[in-house]
């Protein structure tokens, strides 16, 4: 089985009729202490040298009105005051000089720490167990915006829901990660989204059947069409 079809068979039950959504950390809103490497800005590397407060990052995709799923690769080095994974708005902080769980210091955004810890609103409360330090582990993440939920998977093992409400918020809502430990990665692997419509679903089959661009300009289509196919690709 391909590494694709293993991504694929990973995602929830709620994601089976969906797509690839290509989004990525965003390298114009993120701390000064967050590095991007790869091809895509896929991973994010916290605190190169040394660490003296808390840094985030949030992700290039708008996630109200839509349903999305999300997978984060953490490498080994699982420690300190808190590694956090949510979604916020652009108000939420993505830098503090302090040591702090960021995500969910407000009501401007909604986190889960390594510590099993859920925060929101400057709550927290018990969600699961503690992740084990310097332990790589993969934590997935659904967006409901119908269902106005988010819900947590370590991998591949749903939590549960573990927010409620979200689709009640009016702001623009992102994916965001922080961290307070010194050169820790998260790497985004898998991002995904489900359709929106019948013509949606006909374009993912195109996309996945081409090569490139050049492909589609020879398919036998109005430009318009062409265009549209066009957007899709990553």
Not at 161 to 170: I, Q, S
Request: with cysteine.
């Amino acid at each position: 089985m391909s590494k694709k079809k293993n991504m694929v068979s990973r995602i929830p039950t709620q994601m089976k009729h969906s797509c690839e959504d290509p989004w990525t950390w965003n390298k114009h809103d993120k701390s000064h202490e967050v590095k991007l490497y790869g091809s895509l800005n896929q991973t994010a590397h916290f605190h190169p040298n040394w660490s003296n407060g808390t840094a985030g990052i949030r992700g290039t995709r708008v996630l109200n009105y839509g349903t999305y799923y999300w997978e984060i690769n953490i490498s080994q080095r699982i420690f300190g005051t808190s590694m956090m994974f949510g979604v916020g708005t652009k108000r939420a902080r993505i830098h503090v000089d302090a040591f702090v769980n960021m995500l969910g210091e407000d009501n401007q955004s909604w986190g889960l720490s390594h510590k099993g810890l859920l925060w929101h609103n400057g709550k927290w409360k018990h969600y699961t167990k503690p992740f084990r330090e310097n332990e790589a582990t993969t934590v997935g993440i659904l967006f409901d915006w119908r269902q106005g939920t988010l819900t947590y998977f370590k991998d591949g093992v749903s939590l549960g829901v573990a927010f409620t409400g979200l689709n009640r918020t009016e702001e623009d809502i992102f994916p965001i990660i922080s961290s307070t430990a010194a050169k820790t990665e998260m790497t985004l692997t898998v991002t995904r989204r489900s359709f929106v419509d019948l013509q949606d679903r006909c374009r993912d089959i195109i996309i996945n059947n081409v090569q490139d661009e050049n492909e589609i300009d020879d398919l036998p289509l109005p430009n318009r069409i062409k265009t549209f196919l066009k957007d899709a690709l990553p």
